[in-house]
């Protein structure tokens, strides 16, 4: 027994000196160029592929990845957030990701034989040691876009129907610098035609400048517009709040709901308020006007967007600018049904009515 023991504590020595060389000898050779041993990558993709299966939620959780907007999403945030590694469809990839070690894969080669529910927890979690990032967010609703993106390449979209999703628009005489990335998703005048994006002719610059600040630090979690807002400097940020601030608010409404019961019940709530729900109006207008700049206008916007806000509200995860709590005090005792009735309410009111 004692000899079985020495020979262990022997070895065990022999070990932490072989590692000791190794580390700090310098004897292990990190060169991209000079690549794995023959085996390891079959045994790391192997090991990244059971990973995956064993910890992406399940499929129950997938949401509708055709409605409206989804697709179009995703692909502009691919755009600006993962081609520089994956290439689009259609398109050859750079040289710099081919020489990665491992090396990001084409994405129509990426995307194969994953399921949704594994492509977000992918597109969340990232990949150790490979240089795939995770979710610049906590919150993780807005990777479905994303993955939206991913099926539809995986179902063969082609180079075309990419060029047009992802288009930049150009940029109007006396418009800042940057304003073709924000407007590939935002339009020039702020107004952006998908249901997932809300518009911001409306907004107030005050309320802009604060929301974009908040974007850039992280205090309003978002995937989609953390890495946007950090694409540009701050001096930007602060043109393109002016820019779409002066912008005159379009009256034509983004999106009306078709029901009528739901959309009055929303407005008696919205003026009058409960003992637990404060009214809307007060704050946000529309016809009593804004009770500060630095508040959002809401009549108008959009009705997915109204909704997803409010649910992100009562859940205590939309962050924001300076008075931020008084939305979260406002939001928290609100059902469901309220959600609904006060989304269809305030888009389909006229932005005009400020
Ligand atoms: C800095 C480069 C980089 C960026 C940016 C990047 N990726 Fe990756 N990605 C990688 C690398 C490297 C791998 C390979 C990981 C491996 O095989 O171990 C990978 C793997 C993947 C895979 C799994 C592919 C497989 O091997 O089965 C998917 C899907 C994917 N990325 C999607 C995305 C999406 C969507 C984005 C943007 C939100 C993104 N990636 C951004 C580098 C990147
Ligand atoms: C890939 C698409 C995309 C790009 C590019 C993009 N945005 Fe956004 N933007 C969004 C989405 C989606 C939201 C909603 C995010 C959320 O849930 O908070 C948003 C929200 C916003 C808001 C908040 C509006 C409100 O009512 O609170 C502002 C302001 C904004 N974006 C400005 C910009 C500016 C400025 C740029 C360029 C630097 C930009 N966006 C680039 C998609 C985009
Ligand atoms: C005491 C004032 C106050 C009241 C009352 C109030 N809000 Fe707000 N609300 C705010 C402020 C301030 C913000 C902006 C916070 C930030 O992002 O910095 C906000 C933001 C919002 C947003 C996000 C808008 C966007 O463009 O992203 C929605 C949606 C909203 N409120 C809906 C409501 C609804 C519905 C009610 C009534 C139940 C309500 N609010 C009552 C102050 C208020």
Redesign the pocket.
């Known amino acids: 027994m004692r000899r079985v023991l020495q020979t262990l504590a022997v070895l065990a020595v022999l070990g932490i000196l072989g590692g000791a060389a190794v580390v700090f000898g310098g004897l292990y050779n990190v060169s991209a160029r000079a690549g794995h041993f023959p085996g390891v990558p079959f045994i790391l993709h192997t090991t990244f592929n059971n990973s995956v299966k064993l910890r992406a939620p399940s499929e129950s959780t997938v949401p509708d990845l055709s409605a409206d907007g989804m697709v179009a ?1 995703g692909a ?2 691919f755009d ?1 957030g993962c081609k520089v590694c994956h290439a689009a469809p259609g398109q050859e990839r750079w040289a710099i990701p081919t020489v990665m070690v491992p090396h990001p894969p084409h994405i129509t080669e990426a995307v194969q034989d994953w399921h949704p529910n594994e492509l977000h927890w992918i597109v969340d979690e990232g990949v150790k040691m490979s240089g795939m990032p995770y979710w610049p967010a906590t919150r993780t609703d ?1 990777i479905w876009p994303v993955v939206a993106f991913l099926n539809a390449v995986q179902a063969g979209m082609d180079a075309k129907t990419y060029a047009d999703l992802t288009l930049h628009p150009v940029r109007p005489d006396g418009a800042p610098d ?1 304003l073709p ?2 407007a ?3 339009n020039t005048d702020g107004r952006s035609g998908n249901p ?3 518009r ?1 002719d409306i ?1 107030p610059q005050a309320y ?1 400048e604060q ?2 600040l908040a974007y850039a630090d992280g205090t ?1 979690d ?1 995937g ?2 953390h890495v ?2 950090s ?2 400097t701050e001096a930007d ?1 602060m043109e ?1 709040a002016a820019w ?1 601030g002066s912008q005159d608010a379009d009256p034509v409404a983004m999106s009306v709901v078709d029901d009528r019961d739901l959309i009055d019940r929303g407005g008696v709530l919205a003026v009058q308020g409960t003992q637990d729900v404060p009214a809307c109006t007060s704050c946000h207008g529309p016809k009593s006007g804004l009770r500060a700049a630095g508040f ?1 206008r809401l009549a108008g916007q959009s009705v997915v ?1 109204l909704k ?2 409010l649910h992100l509200w009562r859940a205590g995860m939309r962050g924001g600018g300076p008075k931020a709590n008084l939305m979260r005090k406002a939001a928290q005792d609100l059902t469901d049904a309220d959600i609904a009735a006060l989304s269809a309410w305030y888009a389909a009111q006229s932005a005009a009515d400020q």
């Open positions: 999403l502009k945030h600006g807005d940057a990335y924000c590939m998703c935002h997932l994006i809300p911001l907004q802009l929301t974009l309003r978002s989609i517009m946007a807002a694409r540009v940020l393109l779409f959002p967007y997803d806000q």
